[in-house]
């Protein structure tokens, strides 16, 4: 594992800083070229956005352009993909003219989040504009799919993106697979790898988490202290609207009386998703759901980004050291950034959009997909249908 930047990094006269810092660490060949590749773009956050909260907020809510023209024979499709008996998530998936000869990343939302989420939107297009198949998963219940399933979805449901990452690669046959998560689906992501170890399967190319919860227990507790009350009463206030919705269309099984009581991540926690989820309570689930017992033993090319100021996430967790031990993993910790914010200053941006996350998750896939597609190659070169264009990002989707 790799925390990128450091004072070596030169920048020009008058410029700023690079918002981050690097300590000597060994990583596998393939994230060492990774590291390269984020040390030449290293995050300078918007000036108009200075601390955690502001980077968290406006990335949030700010509106967005539209999106760039998707490529020509690029086609949509929304899917149901059932993940269990009776239980079915929905995909919006945007496929190349050939999906099945070049690579596909699934891009997973957060809490309360969906497939029509800024980020993931932002980052599909990216990824379909660098060549990719793009599929955004919208968890249980989320982008309008309570009706689909009569379970609440939880950060332990690693097995539902196992089942849609085999699926695609058996029905579909897509032979390159990449996951995105961020925040909760970062947690899952990375949970899922580390599961895997030694058997990972032969589809998935590489893992990257943004914001990422790795220990629940301590974001619990993070999000309860007073200034982060607005993104509490957003997430209670959603949570809330989600169970009454479950009770109207699954009343035997949602009891919802005294729900104004629930007023904590942790309070619904060990009311309804602990329970639903055959945990035995708030701190059992916590303790099954977080990926920071598994991420030493993860064997997948894997990229981590998260700031030092996330309001709501604690950057502490990422400096246990058995995780630096593990060189498949590259971390990239800011100070500056906020929770799935990394608004980048446009002066230092160099021809790509604002959102540096989801450049750098594209361009670390871009990266893992030739190197794999040139290990195939008889020549050693890029395989037909292979993303070979340099330019990291792709098109703009800010």
């Not at 949030?60 to 929304?78: F, I, K, Y």
């Not at 967790?317 to 200053?345: K, M, Q, S, Y």
Request: proline content about 7%.
């Amino acid at each position: 594992m790799e925390t990128i930047g450091d004072s070596r990094l030169r920048t020009a006269p008058g410029a700023r800083a690079a918002d981050s810092h690097v300590p000597a660490q060994a990583l596998a060949p393939l994230l060492e070229e990774a590291a390269r590749l984020v040390r030449s773009r290293p995050f300078r956050p918007h000036p108009r956005f200075a601390n955690g909260h502001a980077q968290t907020i406006y990335a949030a809510l700010a509106p967005r352009r539209d999106e760039p023209d998707a490529p020509h024979g690029v086609r949509r499709e929304s899917r149901l993909f059932e993940v269990e008996p009776g239980v079915r998530v929905r995909l919006e998936c945007r496929w190349q003219e050939r999906p099945q000869d070049g690579p596909t990343v699934i891009i997973i939302h957060g809490l309360e989040g969906s497939a029509d989420s800024h980020y993931v939107r932002g980052t599909a297009a990216k990824a379909v504009a660098a060549g990719f198949n793009a599929v955004g998963f919208n968890m249980r219940n989320c982008g309008g799919t309570e009706h689909l399933t009569p379970t609440l979805y939880h950060s332990g449901l690693t097995s539902d993106i196992h089942r849609v990452l085999v699926g695609l690669a058996e029905q579909d046959g897509l032979a390159e697979i990449y996951l995105a998560g961020f925040s909760m689906s970062g947690n899952m992501v990375l949970k899922l790898a580390g599961e895997y170890r030694g058997e990972v399967p032969s589809a998935l190319g590489g893992v990257a988490a943004v914001s990422p919860s790795i220990e629940l227990n301590a974001c619990a507790a993070h999000i309860e202290r007073r200034a982060n009350w607005l993104y509490r009463q957003s997430f209670m206030r959603s949570l809330r609207r989600r169970v009454r919705k479950k009770r109207a269309l699954y009343p035997d099984l949602y009891d919802t009386r005294g729900l104004w009581r629930v007023r904590t991540v942790r309070q619904f926690d060990e009311r309804f998703t602990a329970p639903a989820g055959g945990y035995a309570d708030a701190t059992d689930y916590y303790d099954r759901a977080s990926s920071l017992p598994v991420i030493a033993d993860i064997r997948v090319p894997t990229l981590v980004l998260h700031a030092e100021d996330d309001p709501i996430i604690p950057a502490a967790p990422f400096r246990e050291p058995f995780i630096a031990a593990n060189p498949d993993v590259l971390l990239v910790l800011t100070r500056r950034g906020g929770h799935v914010g990394f608004v980048a200053d446009p002066a230092a941006a160099a021809g790509e959009d604002a959102r540096w996350a989801e450049n750098r998750v594209v361009e670390f896939f871009r990266l893992l997909s030739q190197t794999r597609a040139g290990a195939a190659s008889p020549a050693g070169g890029p395989a037909p249908g292979a993303a070979t264009d340099s330019t990291a990002g792709g098109g703009r989707a800010d």
